[in-house]
């Protein structure tokens, strides 16, 4: 383990602290991408890499775009203009569920845990090549019975390493809400993907689930996986990754290691403002008491 | 009050030719809103469709019945394709509204003047295009009993027609249970979460929704069969909510709902209007209150509050989960 995360820092030894730096053997590249709302433009990266093997935070403000740039990169939405490949192959118009099968596997901010199938069901839902989800297939069941068997094998093993195992038959709307995290995690597993992007893998989740949950995105580190995440937890952020990139009003401002981003000027600035440790003089004290009144007023 | 005539009509109208149509539309609408959580609100187009190809290709061109059979099928699946292509990749409300305008857009067609000649116009088709099938008829009288009477052709349509929806209802079965079943239940759950994990949405959904209308037409054969004629106005608005009631009384995504859900709505519609109409014959009920005529909308009122009393005391449907249904809270 400790081994391993030596060498997810040497893939970072020689990459320039920039935005946009070119990395030493990136699995997703995005260029130029760029999304608008009506007049507002939500995302506008110009360049990133994305290194194989590495745990990579994407982090910024309320409102910076990174569940947008999520979204583009996965294909559930379109940008503007833009290109990105994820192992080399272009992905613009490529719908989600190509994505997916292509080993790009995201999980969503707000968990979207199946509720009316079991734990086990939501699971096995995300096995890849099942033949029996061909509708002709599906009549003829000796012709999956045995796959659905392996199936079932793979995910209570999933299932167990995640602790969930004891709750393979209940709905899954009947777990907490970090279980939820946790299945859907587990559920991503399924689908064997190369690279695991999660937005805000630790929104909700107690503290005790917390350290399990990141226990298990080290361990997709030491399995070979890519981890893009989401997140607000600096604490997280801090502890498990390798990368950080920084995103405010749409453009990446800042990349690095974790220990260099917290001191990055920019990226203070970006969260706290640029006036943020300027103490407040006389004149605009008085200026927020008259708009206080003001407002009383009214 | 002759209550064994009551019991006669009931029972018979319980397992009688109009609950086979019902529960055939409502097993298709099972497969679309049960399973898949589309909203079809179209349903009695898909069985217009059945209907008509049916009585329009044997009466008007005079194709063969068992042709017309395979006609009705494929014109459903085209049905399915040109609703669900524009709709099925935007949200769920969308589908609801152009399947609702489509089912009343044909109606409104095949009641037209203009294809008169074709499709008969309000009056619709009636006549004897039905004579193939009814030729292979082995009963040469009808049912008989103290209890329940089928003439010979009705029973020939309710024995086919049972043995249609045992076949469907036993597919139907096989095919929510298997992987591919599962697809589309996690589709009425969350779609997004399905495409995340690689499955083609949009296929699903449009696979479902010609199941779904090709039962639906299904039911739509037995319905022209049955009466030997079809007439547009049976398959207005009213026929796809009667589908809904079927199968939400039963509970929706269970297999044997829509049969039970079927057979309860019939049994509670021709039960109501016979005893109140005796009722009133025999003076047990007022003139004044009820006349003779207006039993026929009374039944559909205390069909409603009993409809009504459900949702509040067993809102998940005879044979639904109420554990599953809280979920659905999304507490």
Redesign the interface.
Known sequence: MQERNNNSAEFFLNVELAPGSKKMDPILIADRVSRNFGGLTAVDVEHLEVQRGAITALIGPNGAGKTTFFNLL?G?DKPNHGEWSFNGKNLKDI????V??LGM????QLT??????TVI??M???A?D??????L???F?FT?RKQ?TEIYLRSEEILKKFKLIDKKDD?A??LSGGQRKLLELA??L??EPELIMLDEPMAGVNPALKQSLLEHIKDLRAQGKTVLFVEHDMDMVMEISDWVVVMAQGKIIAEGPPKSIINNQEVITAYLGAHHDAELDENSESMASKNLKGGVNQ | MDFLFIAQQTLGATIGVNTVIFALAAIGLNMHFGYTGLLNFGQAGFLAVGAYSVAVSVETYGVPLFISFLIGILNSVIFALILGIPTLRLRADYLAIVTIAAAEIIRKVTRSATFNDVLGGSDGISGKFGKDFFDFNPFKSGLETSIIRFSANDLWVVIVGWTIVAIITFLMWVMVNSPWGRVLKAIREDEDAVRSLGKNVYLYKMQSLIIGGVIGSIAGFVYALSRQSVQPDNYSTALTFFTYTVLILGGAARVFSPIIGAMIFWFLIVFIEQMLRQAVTAGYIPEWLIGVNQVGQIRFMLMGLGLMLLMIFRPQGIFGDKKELALDARA
């Open positions: 996965t559930y719908p989600p569920y190509r997916a099968k596997v995201r999980t969503f979207k845990a199946l509720y009316r199938l069901q939501n096995a839902l995300a890849k099942q033949k029996g989800e061909s509708l297939r599906s009549l069941p999956w659905e709905f709307a009947a559920r991503a399924m689908v």
